[in-house]
Every structure is written in C-alpha cells, then in structure tokens.
C-alpha cells in the first residue's frame, strides 16, 4: 500500500506536466491550426515574414516546454497524411524532421512554417511520396531553401521600411517642419512666446561642459607638473 502511494505521488508531477503540455499544444494549434482544418492561408511570404510572431525558441521561452516541437511534429503528420505518406514513415522518422526543424530553424515563425508547408504540399519543393518509399531528406531541403527565401525577404523588408523613412524625413525637411524650424512653426502656432530655441539649451550644457573639462585638464597639468610661482 505503501509503495503505491509512493509510486502515485511520484507520479504526479509528470502527469500534470503531460497535462500542461497537452493544453499548450491545443493552445497553439487553436492559433496556427493544422492546414487540413484551416480556412485562412498566407497568399505571399511577404505576407507571412510580416505577420508579428514570436519566433519559436521565443515561445517555448515563454510557455516554459518545448511546444513547438510538438507543433511542428503535428504539423508534419498532418503534411504527410495530406501526401499520401503517412503510412511508409516511422514515427521516429517523423520526430527526428521535427527536432530537425526545431533546432536549427528556431528564429522561424509558426506562421512562416506554416507557409513552407503550404508550398509544400504545393509541390514547390519537390515530390516527397513516389512509389512505396519516402525520402524525408526532400522536407529538410526543402525547408533550407525556404530559410534561403525567408532570409532575403526579411531584407527586403528592413530595406524598405529605412527608405520609407527617408523618404518621410526629406519631405519633412522640405516643408520646415523638422529641427530648429519645426519648433519655430509650432510656436507660432501655439502662440508661444519667449521660448528659447529646442538647440539653446544642448549648446549652453555643451559650452559648460567644454569649460569644465578645461578647468579639470588645467588642474591635474598643475597636480603633474610644478605650479607656476607667483
């Protein structure tokens, strides 16, 4: 009796841990859910790269478990079932991918993975399911090449953004509305007045600091060196 108690009470922890696991999944799938029973789909990678996601070793920093391991194990049955290969892989096999993705495309998100295996399932990368065999080493090159899109395209992206905000910035300095004479123009418009220019206070700290440094200088020269007699 007493060991059985002993065996229950050990127990527990692991079973609320599966159970913790098993909500964190579900929790997941609810928010990037399988491709078979998903309506929504990414229509460009542009689309999917922009999508603000938590990266996955993000959210398994965040949840605490290894969820996404999990996701992407799902995720990749659900693919394989879709192509007709479900049955001539192992589920060691199918683990092995998963952890594969895992570790080595951890700064990937749910929704730019879920995008490769929409083009996956596409045909875009190659035919996974010929005959009775499976190569699974068409999903791990496959994904490589999708890292390769999704690298350039987080580029793109960041190149973009910097020179919409050059553009931005060079129309506000034609219209005056940057600087010394944006707060000129609001001033006026705000009817302030006897207010210094925004730069007069930075350029007095400046000067003071300037003098102060020269003060110092001149005192460890005089520490260093011989006072001049008087």
Do not use: H
Request: proline share 3%.
């Amino acid at each position: 009796m007493e060991i059985r108690n002993k065996q229950a009470l050990t127990s527990q922890p692991r079973q609320r841990q599966s159970l913790a696991q098993t909500n964190n999944l579900e929790k997941m799938l609810n928010k990037y859910p399988l491709l078979s029973v998903s309506s929504e789909r990414c229509f460009s990678l542009k689309e999917a790269v922009m999508t603000k996601d938590y990266q996955l070793n993000v959210i398994d920093i965040k949840v605490k478990e290894n969820v996404t391991l999990q996701w992407i194990k799902v995720q990749l049955i659900d693919v394989l079932t879709f192509c007709g290969a479900f049955g001539a892989i192992s589920e060691g096999q199918v683990l092995l991918i998963a952890r594969l993705i895992r570790n080595k495309y951890y700064y990937l998100t749910p929704t730019e993975l879920l995008y490769f295996f929409q083009l996956f399932i596409g045909g875009a990368y190659g035919i996974l399911y010929v005959g009775k065999t499976v190569n699974p080493q068409i999903i791990l090159q496959g994904i490589a090449k999708f890292e390769e899109d999704v690298i350039n395209m987080r580029v793109d992206i960041v190149n973009e953004e910097r020179e919409r905000q050059i553009e931005i910035e060079k129309k506000l300095i034609e219209e005056g509305k940057t600087g010394i004479q944006a707060w000129r123009i609001y001033c006026q418009k705000n009817n302030i007045e006897g207010q210094p220019e925004p730069m007069d206070k930075f350029i007095k700290n400046s000067k003071k600091k300037r003098f102060n440094e020269k003060n110092i200088n001149n005192e460890n020269f005089f520490k260093n060196n011989d006072a001049p007699k008087l």
